[in-house]
């Protein structure tokens, strides 16, 4: 079945360090995005891509980098610059947008990855 | 620009009650519509959407009108169970946008 998978489930980092969330689909999308969840609060947006090797800044991209190397695969770099990096990380998918299709199709989610600073 | 507005959580009810999660939006374009669960600990899952006016999207017994005179997408469902607890978001989409634009989320809780 195809779907969208995040690795790992939960992640524990120390202070200073940097951490790399995997987010991997086999649905051919060309969309990826990801998203910041925090207790109680909605999605925010860090980046998103819609083709290879390109990619663009959301509302919270700073202290985060990633990379679209290849179509199925869009990392997530957490970095020390970071300053309160605990928060549920949502990876998401989508047809590429700029088509008349896009209409019907919504996201398809990932399952999360909980990170926590110790 | 364009916008969710959903109402405020959580909403606790007891289990068979009738559910409604009020949702508005504000969008230049035409969008489409959509509800999201989130169960604990998990991702978010489409649970049912509508692409034109008077569009009913349906699901697992929910139910949403897209209504472009009042533009709005209410949630509802005539009996929940303890199962349905999660949180509910709206969501709406619009072709040239590359994004969808979700709202807050509502909390709902249904007491056994």
């Known amino acids: 079945d195809g779907g969208i998978t995040q690795s790992p489930k939960y992640l524990f980092r120390k202070e200073g360090q940097n951490v790399t969330l995997s987010c991997e689909q086999n649905?051919?999308?060309?969309?990826m995005y990801w998203y910041r969840q925090d207790p109680g609060q909605g999605l925010r947006l860090i980046y998103y891509?819609?083709?290879?090797?390109?990619?663009q800044k959301g509302d919270i991209a700073e202290g985060y980098s990633v990379s679209r190397e290849k179509k199925e695969s869009f990392p997530l770099t957490v970095t020390s610059a970071q300053k309160n990096p605990t928060a549920f990380y949502l990876c998401?998918?989508?047809?590429?947008?700029?088509?008349?299709?896009?209409?019907?199709?919504?996201?398809?989610f990932g399952s999360g990855t909980r990170l926590t600073v110790v | 620009g364009d916008s969710v507005t959903q109402m405020e959580g959580p909403v606790t009810l007891s289990e068979e009650a009738f559910l409604t999660i009020n949702c508005t939006y504000t969008?230049?374009?035409?969008?489409?519509l959509f509800w999201y669960v989130q169960y604990p600990g998990e991702g978010l899952q489409l649970l049912l959407k509508?692409?034109?006016?008077?569009d009913k999207g349906s699901n697992k017994g929910f139910e949403a009108t897209y209504r472009k005179e009042t533009t709005s997408f209410h949630l509802e469902k005539g009996s929940v169970q303890v199962s349905d607890s999660a949180v509910y978001f709206c969501?709406?989409?619009?072709?040239?946008?590359?994004?969808?634009?979700f709202g807050k989320g509502t909390r709902l809780h249904i007491l056994p």
């Open positions: 649905l051919n999308h060309d969309a």
């Open positions: 509508a692409t034109k006016a008077d």
């Open positions: 969501a709406l989409r619009v072709i040239g946008d590359d994004k969808i634009i």
């Open positions: 998401a998918s989508s047809i590429r947008p700029d088509t008349d299709r896009i209409i019907n199709y919504g996201y398809t």
């Open positions: 969008a230049t374009g035409y969008p489409s």
């Open positions: 891509s819609q083709i290879v090797n390109d990619f």
